[in-house]
């Protein structure tokens, strides 16, 4: 499979930092608001992915069998905001730089299962392997986890980046998706997500 990846730009997001701030009433005269703490975490937080960024974007595309639509994937950094979302995608720039290939890797499972140049929707898939699981966050997130899982052991080789993970996930959707994977197996369920959709 001769695989390009597209290119990750990850920048200040500065008209909808205002709009974060606003939403979340934060108290931005803090230091950790400041534009120039701001763009020095960015920084780092970029360095920390361009590190394995190559390794996982490749790998990503291979593990799904499948190839990323966009030749240029904008990651917009806003600092008042927990958590993140694919799209687009939006994370908070005070996200640890050690955390944060990981929650943009999460990201771009999600990015990549929804826009890819094959035109796939794995969502009719993970129906058929997880029948059971009625909350949708749940089950598109066994998914996630899943290949997610096998970045961290078979690509990257960091048990403790999946530990950090399954550990911080304390949402109950992301910890009953964890729990789900655990016990069915993440190479299980790669096949099986991958026997319906491909």
Known sequence: MNITHPVIRIQYARFL???FNGYNDIDTTQEKFKLDTIVERINA?????TKDADSILRSLQELLELTFFENLIKVYMVPAHKGAFSDPIVMSSLVTPEQFPDILTHELIHRLSVFNRENCDV???IRQVLPDVTDQKIYVHVFVHAFHKAIYLD???DEKRLERDINTSTAPAYQEAWKIVEERGYKELISKFKKYYK
């Open 155 to 157: 690509i990257l080789h």
């Open 45 to 49: 937080q970029r360095a920390a992915w």
């Open 17 to 19: 930092a205002p709009i």
């Open 123 to 125: 969502s009719p898939a």
